[in-house]
C-alpha cells in the first residue's frame, strides 16, 4: 500500500473520486474517520464523539473492487463518560498506558483492520473543562489505560483494556454520602445532578420560619454540616423542573430527574431520579403534608423576592379521571416569612 483513497458517505453509501479499481484481486482496509485521530483536546461534547471514534474494516475476500465495496466496520474506541460531580471543579482528564506514556492519538496499521496507539512522553490532555457537567473523551480499546484528572488517578483497567464500542461512566467523587449534625444523628444525602446541591434524604422534624431556615453554622436547626439551599440551586431546567401539559399536568422535562408519586396506602411521596450518566441510580424522597384537601411536598429555601420568602412546591391533586396528577410545579414566591414550613437541608461544603 503506497497511500489512502477517501470515501465520503452521501447519505446511502461510501463514494470516492479518486480510487482505481486493482489489476489483481487485492485485500481492502477501510479506516474511520481517517488514517490519523488526534484524541487531544477533545470537546467533550456528546455529538463530537462521532469525529475522533475509530472504527476499522476490511473486505471479507480479495477483490479488484471493480463491482463495488463491502466492508464490515467494527469499533476500535471506547468512551469515557466523566462526570464532573462538583460545582466549580476544574477537569484535566489525561490517560497513560501501560508504559507510562500519554496517549495522544491513534494511527491505522497499514494492511490491518487495526489502529495503533500514539503516544507522549510529555503530558497530553484529553479533556479541560471548568465546571461540574457530563463530558464524552474517546479513548483507545482493549489496550491497559490508568485515567488521570490532574495528577489523581481515576481508574486503571486490566490488562485487556475497555471493550470497544463501550461507554465508561467514571466519577471525579462520589454522589451519595452521609453526615452528621449537631443533634447527633447521621443523615444520608444525595446529589440528582452533576455540580447539584447533595440533598438530605429526610426534613429538619420541625416546620420553621423562613428567618429560621437562613441560619447558618451552629445557628442552623442541623447545624454547620447543612444549610437551606437557595432557589436557583434547586429550581431549573436540568434541576427540579417540569412542565404543564394540554390538561394542565405537570410533567419531567428532558435533562431534568424523573418523577412519580408512590401511594402505600394512606402513605403518599414524591420520589425524583436522576437522569444523568452517574445518577440514573440515585433517588430523592419528599413527604407529603396535606393542606385543603391537596398533597403537598414542599420546603423553604435561603431566597427571597419583595419582602416574600421562596419556597419550593408541588401540590398533587386527585384528578377526575382518578388518581393523582401533579398540579403545581414551581418557587412559590408570596410566602410569608413568618409562616412555618418544613426544610430540606443541603450538605454545606466549603
Known amino acids: 500500500m503506497t497511500g489512502y483513497y477517501t470515501f465520503t ?35 467533550g461534547d456528546f455529538a463530537d464523539v462521532a469525529t475522533k471514534y475509530a472504527l476499522a474494516g476490511a473486505t471479507a475476500t480479495p477483490t479488484t473492487g ?42 491505522a496499521v497499514k494492511n490491518s483492520a487495526d489502529f495503533s496507539v500514539q503516544k507522549s512522553d510529555t503530558k497530553v490532555s484529553l479533556l479541560k473543562a471548568n465546571d461540574a457537567g457530563v463530558y464524552y473523551v474517546v479513548v483507545p ?30 466519577k471525579t467523587g462520589e454522589t451519595t454520602g452521609s453526615a452528621t449534625n449537631k443533634l447527633g444523628e447521621t443523615i444520608s444525602w444525595v446529589q440528582l445532578w452533576a455540580g447539584g446541591p447533595k440533598f438530605a434524604t429526610k426534613n429538619v422534624a420541625q416546620e420553621m420560619t423562613w428567618y429560621d431556615a437562613i441560619k447558618t453554622d451552629d445557628d442552623f436547626a442541623w447545624g454547620k454540616n447543612w444549610r437551606t ?32 408519586i408512590i401511594k ?15 445518577y ?44 393523582l396528577n401533579i398540579g403545581l410545579f414551581w418557587i412559590s414566591t408570596f410566602d410569608n416569612k413568618n409562616t412555618k414550613y418544613l426544610v430540606r437541608p443541603v450538605l454545606a461544603e466549603k
Not at 144 to 166: E, F, I, Q, W
Open 9 to 43: 458517505n452521501n447519505g446511502t453509501v461510501f463514494v470516492s473520486t479518486d480510487a482505481l479499481q486493482t489489476t489483481a484481486a487485492a485485500n481492502w482496509y477501510a479506516y474511520f474517520p481517517g488514517e490519523t485521530i488526534e484524541l487531544a483536546n477533545q470537546s
Open 229 to 260: 439551599p437557595t432557589a436557583d440551586e434547586v429550581y431549573g431546567e436540568g434541576k427540579l423542573y417540569a412542565l404543564p401539559d394540554e390538561n394542565n399536568h405537570w410533567k419531567p422535562v428532558a435533562g431534568s430527574p424523573s418523577f412519580k
Open 264 to 278: 402505600e396506602g394512606e402513605n403518599i411521596t414524591l420520589v425524583f431520579t436522576g437522569v444523568q450518566p452517574g
Open 280 to 323: 440514573t441510580k440515585n433517588t430523592l424522597t419528599l413527604f407529603n403534608k396535606e393542606k385543603s384537601g391537596d398533597n403537598n411536598f414542599d420546603f423553604w429555601t435561603s431566597s427571597e423576592i419583595n419582602g416574600y420568602g421562596k419556597r419550593f412546591n408541588i401540590t398533587a391533586r386527585n384528578s377526575e379521571t382518578g388518581g
Open 141 to 170: 480499546a482493549e489496550v491497559k489505560l490508568s485515567v488521570y484528572n490532574g495528577d489523581k488517578p481515576m481508574k486503571t483497567t486490566k490488562d485487556a483494556g475497555l471493550t470497544a464500542g463501550k461507554y465508561y461512566t467514571l
Open 66 to 107: 471493480s463491482d463495488g465495496l463491502t466492508v464490515t466496520m467494527k469499533a476500535k474506541a471506547a468512551v469515557l463518560c466523566i462526570v464532573g460531580v462538583n460545582k466549580g471543579e476544574s477537569l484535566d482528564i489525561s490517560v497513560k498506558t501501560a508504559d507510562g506514556m500519554y496517549v495522544s492519538g491513534l494511527t
